[in-house]
T-cell receptor
């Protein structure tokens, strides 16, 4: 079974500053993928970034980067130059291989509030 | 990019009635779709995996007879909540992945079900 832990229920950041959202995971699979999604108040789930367990380099997508530390089983999301529109709930998720392919296990989420 | 359309976005129904939610991949074929449930301020929990042309696979604890899933075509999966009760009130959201379209799973916009 897979597990995602997000220990920050809420985070606050000043506009234009960087913020790190924590995510640790647990899985017995050697092959897995880690995802970050953004959920605004409207409810939609917006895909942000993906990191494969065999990827040696940290994933980056625009202002989003994933600080992947495999030995620590952590996959923190870094948002640079925060914008007011970044205020939302952020979920970390894991997809393991084998019969779990396609099934995402989500963490409890972190509510990010960006202050002007 | 891949788009998943979900309807309706909101529905209010009376206790004891059934509600059908549609999830449609607009510009790609999805042999597999996933249905999640989310309670307010909580995480997404996978309910079932919808497989085109075959029976859905339900997660442990999810009642098959209450949550009927039909995946009749490569672009459409439906979730029917039968004999709905107030405790079924929740946010339901589907997802699919476009083969060759990247790593991210695309989610529908979700359906907020209220049973009165």
């Amino acid at each position: 079974a897979q597990k995602i832990t997000q220990t920050q229920p809420g985070m606050f950041v000043q506009e234009k500053e960087a913020v790190t959202l924590d995510c640790t995971y647990d899985t017995s699979d050697q092959s897995y993928g880690l995802f970050w999604y953004k959920q605004p108040s409207s409810g939609e789930m917006i895909f942000l970034i993906y990191q494969g367990s065999y990827d040696e380099q940290n994933a980056t997508e625009g202002r989003y980067s994933l600080n992947f530390q495999k030995a620590r089983k952590s996959a923190n999301l870094v948002i640079s130059a925060s914008q007011l529109g970044d205020s939302a709930m952020y979920f970390c998720a894991i997809e393991a291989g084998g019969t779990s392919y396609g099934k995402l296990t989500f963490g409890q989420g972190t509510i990010l509030t960006v202050h002007p | 990019g891949a788009v998943v359309s979900q309807h309706p976005s909101r529905v209010i129904c009376k206790s004891g009635t059934s509600v059908k939610i549609e999830c449609r991949s607009l510009d790609f074929q999805a042999t597999t779709m996933f249905w999640y449930r989310q309670f307010p301020k909580q995480s997404l929990m996978l309910m079932a995996t919808s497989n085109e042309g075959s029976k859905a696979t339900y997660e442990q604890g999810v009642e098959k007879d209450k949550f009927l899933i039909n995946h009749a075509s490569l672009t459409l999966s439906t979730l029917t909540v039968t004999s709905a009760h107030p405790e079924d009130s929740s946010f339901y959201i589907c997802s699919a992945r476009e083969v060759g379209g990247g790593y991210g799973y695309t989610f529908g916009s979700g359906t907020r079900l209220t049973v009165v």
